[in-house]
């Protein structure tokens, strides 16, 4: 709890004698001005006392930490904090904890995932680790302690997109891609239908590269297309593994589209085991539809056929099986 001394008003407080409050401006006559506590508002005036001087203090680092904790907004203050903690040469670890305790009250601020990203560097030079192995990487203190907390982030909600966009900070920045390929595997068994997993294999596959201009291997794209069918198989009607492959193929091998996922989603179709679920999903008739317009434009002798065919899979889809978009289907 709070002493005595802490409960008072600033103004009270024998720490705060020697400043000057600055109130903030907000002109003559302010159009909406904020509500702000009597609280909120005297921290703010001590705290742009302190800021407009520079002040290096360890009282002025707590008063940015009582601001960030009313208002993890504020941008500024944030700013000033990373300023504090490098020129006082705070514990980087004190600094991570405290993070994480706002992180748990705050899951989707933007702020604190970056300022995350500025005390993990200074706790571990980036360029130092890839003098090491990556088993090494992994196994170091400062990355086991940010891949558990990204865990405990990601369980409590796993769609959380600021989680999952400093793991990939931290996965490309500390060049992590083998523990996190078997990462998103789990996650995948554990949950064919985490998109954000998904997203992250994709992530990973391409190592970080420019999606435009990346070659992927013959090989690679191979075993991505079995990957995606056997997880296909658990659940046909789940869209994240269609939107994978058929996105990957399309960007980067259009031709195994009908040469290699083609006759695999195909003899699924046709598995007495899993007919039933495939021609009623319409991700399977949607995947046809792109695999068939490719191979048109691939195979000019058979396009007029194989057009044929991708309109006959749009006409099913709108008056069938996806008649809810069937608008959709007939445009």
């Known amino acids: 709890g709070e002493t005595v001394e802490e409960s008072l008003s600033m103004a009270l407080q024998d720490e705060w004698k020697d400043i000057e409050p600055i109130e903030q401006d907000d002109g003559k006559n302010p159009m909406c001005p904020i509500a702000y506590t009597d609280e909120y508002r005297e921290m703010m005036g001590y705290l742009r ?3 407009a001087v520079g002040e290096i203090s360890k009282r002025a680092l707590e008063l940015t930490g009582r601001v960030i904790e009313i208002n993890p907004g504020h941008y500024t203050v944030w700013v000033y904090r990373k300023r504090l903690i490098e020129e006082l040469q705070t514990l980087a670890e004190e600094e991570l904890d405290w993070v994480s305790s706002i992180s ?3 899951p989707k601020n933007y702020q604190l995932w970056h300022h995350r990203e500025s005390i993990v560097m200074r706790l571990w030079n980036p360029q130092d680790a ?10 170091n203190p400062v990355i086991q302690r940010e891949l558990q907390f990204l865990s405990r982030a990601i369980d409590e909600d796993s769609k959380n997109f600021h989680a999952w966009s400093y793991r990939q900070w931290l996965v490309s920045k500390y060049q992590l891609w083998e523990q996190e390929l078997v990462f998103v595997n789990t996650m995948i068994s554990q949950d064919v239908r985490n998109n954000s997993a998904w997203n992250q294999r994709y992530f990973v596959i391409l190592r970080n590269c420019d999606p435009a201009s990346v070659q992927l291997d013959d090989q690679v794209v191979l075993n991505e297309i079995t990957f995606t069918v056997e997880n296909i198989k658990f659940a046909p009607n789940n869209e994240s593994p269609w939107s994978y492959i058929t996105g990957m193929l399309l960007r980067h091998a259009k031709s195994k589209l009908f040469t290699d996922l083609l006759p695999q989603i195909k003899a699924l179709a046709e598995d007495d085991g899993y007919r039933l679920a495939m021609v009623s999903t319409p991700f399977y008739w949607s995947a046809l539809v792109d695999i068939y317009e490719q ?5 000019p002798a058979s396009k007029e056929q194989l057009l044929a065919e991708a309109r006959s899979f749009c006409n099913r889809l709108a008056t069938e099986v996806d008649i809810m978009h069937a608008r959709y289907w007939k445009y």
């Open 49 to 51: 006392a302190v800021m």
């Open 104 to 106: 748990e009250k705050y």
């Open 130 to 139: 890839l003098q090491l192995t990556e088993d090494q990487r992994v196994t």
């Open 295 to 299: 191979q048109a434009m691939a195979q």
